[in-house]
């Protein structure tokens, strides 16, 4: 038997490869933002300035500096935002104002979300997006109170409450970036992140 184990242990390392794994490099980091213009909110698709840079096994994106994050655990069907200064009371309201609620990026951790733009002038497929929770979960709120009086409108109608982690940025200042064109980033332009 131990003849047997032992002539065999050879032939099975010979048959097992110790290559390193390939990653396939995204082009860029493109996220949604919520954006501002003519004081209203509106979705735009944006491609972060910074490349992706291979390293520890893993390609990595420098996404600016942040400030204290905090998770969010948001209750089943809810609906907050400010739709020119009238509050949507259904059950529970966030205000957002420069000093509570900066710039920001999101991450949709679990859940489903429903981004509303109707005042932004855009068509009605540019003006909504709607966020599942995970990988591509990424979204940028950049649309203060001071810079969009007609705002947005966030629902969650999933049945489970929805987690979101939040990371406000420093001075309010977001990272570099290109606006790709109007409207929320399309799906296949967020594959391999």
């Not at 309201?93 to 002038?121: C, D, E, F, Q, W």
């Amino acid at each position: 038997m131990q003849y047997i184990q032992r002539s065999i242990f050879p032939l099975l390392l010979s048959n097992i490869s110790f290559s390193p794994a390939v990653i396939a490099q995204p082009n860029a980091f493109n996220v949604t933002a919520i954006s501002a213009l003519n004081n209203a909110s509106r979705l735009e698709c944006w491609q972060l300035e910074a490349a992706g840079l291979l390293a520890r096994g893993a390609i990595n994106f420098d996404i600016g500096n942040f400030t204290n994050g905090l998770v969010s655990i948001i209750p089943a069907f809810t609906t907050v935002g400010t739709i020119s200064n009238a509050i949507t009371k259904h059950p529970c309201v966030m205000l957002r104002n420069t000093a509570h609620y900066p710039k920001r990026y999101s991450l949709i951790m679990s859940g489903l979300v429903h981004i509303r733009t109707p005042y932004s002038g855009l068509p009605p497929d540019q003006s909504e997006v709607w966020i599942q929770g995970g990988k591509y979960g990424w979204l940028i709120a950049a649309d203060l109170k001071d810079e969009a009086v007609y705002g947005h409108v966030t629902e969650f109608p999933s049945a489970a409450d929805t987690v979101i982690a939040q990371f406000p940025f420093v001075g309010n200042k977001v990272p570099a970036h290109e606006m790709l064109y109007a409207g929320p980033c399309r799906m296949e332009e967020m594959i391999g992140l």
